[in-house]
């Protein structure tokens, strides 16, 4: 094979990963205020962590862009970290003080759905909407 034939299907090889990846879009919406920072981490189907990106909020909304990702299954937990301490704050009973929330708004009647109802699937570029609850 001569050095054309090599360079081209290096060529179709990296066009071929570089189509793979996907871009994630995520707005987070019922913020009840613009206080402090989203703490948001992604998991790929195994729940194993993939990526923890932190938000900053205008309008009681965030807006947070992962990129690179894989056609896989993932599922996002996040908290409005409204002191910017780091931890998501509970009252006497464990209940959440600060908002958060879950990938498909998977709450539970008492803490969230079990994990694979949190999953979504990505396999092109994908915007997804998050209601956070207080």
Known sequence: MNNKGVVLIIMLTVSGYVRSQHTLDIEIINLRNETGLIMLQLFDENHNLVQEEKGI?????????IKNLKPAK?????????????ILETNKTGKPVEGYGFS??????????????????????KKILLRTKY
């Open 104 to 125: 498909n708004d998977a709450y539970g009647a008492f803490g969230p759905k079990p994990f694979k109802e949190w999953l979504f699937e990505i396999n092109n570029d």
């Open 57 to 65: 909020i205008n309008d009681e909304r965030s807006y947070i862009t």
């Open 74 to 86: 993932y599922a996002i937990r996040y908290f409005h970290d409204e002191n910017m301490n780091g």
